[in-house]
């Protein structure tokens, strides 16, 4: 059974940066696939970035693109997003997934990410 948990949320503001980690369940075979997703409160989940094959590939949703990075250090079983110029749009909860597959990644799709971390709360403000 694969684990995710989530830390590094917080409050920041706007222009502002943090930094999320996720770290895999240890004895786990890394997942293929891992990936940020976010909901807003009374919005629908969405991705924010995935990762593949150790670094190889990596996917995000144009409204985070040339801010949020997505990496991953396999020997930690870590994926951390590190989020720049924030906006007080990005505030939601911010959730972990890993994946079984390569296509997960690249279709960003929710429904295709296995397991899920418990979620961490940012907040962007003004």
């Known amino acids: 059974q694969v684990r995710l948990m989530e830390s590094g949320g917080g409050s920041a503001q706007s222009g502002g940066s943090l930094t999320l980690s996720c770290v895999e369940s240890?004895?786990?075979?890394?997942?293929?696939?891992m990936g940020w997703f976010r909901q807003a409160p009374g919005q629908e989940r969405e991705p924010v970035a995935t990762?593949?094959?150790?670094?190889?590939?990596?996917y995000y949703a144009d409204s985070v693109k040339g801010r949020f990075t997505i990496s991953q250090d396999t020997t930690k079983n870590t994926v951390s997003l590190q989020m720049n110029n924030l906006r007080p749009e990005d505030t939601a909860m911010y959730y972990c997934?890993?994946?079984?597959?390569?296509?997960?990644?690249?279709?960003?799709?929710?429904?295709?990410?296995?397991?899920w971390g418990q979620g961490t709360q940012v907040t962007v403000t003004s």
């Open positions: 990762i593949a094959s150790g670094g190889r590939h990596t």
């Open positions: 240890i004895g786990a075979r890394p997942s293929i696939c």
């Open positions: 997934a890993a994946g079984t597959t390569l296509n997960s990644c690249a279709r960003m799709v929710d429904f295709e990410f296995t397991y």
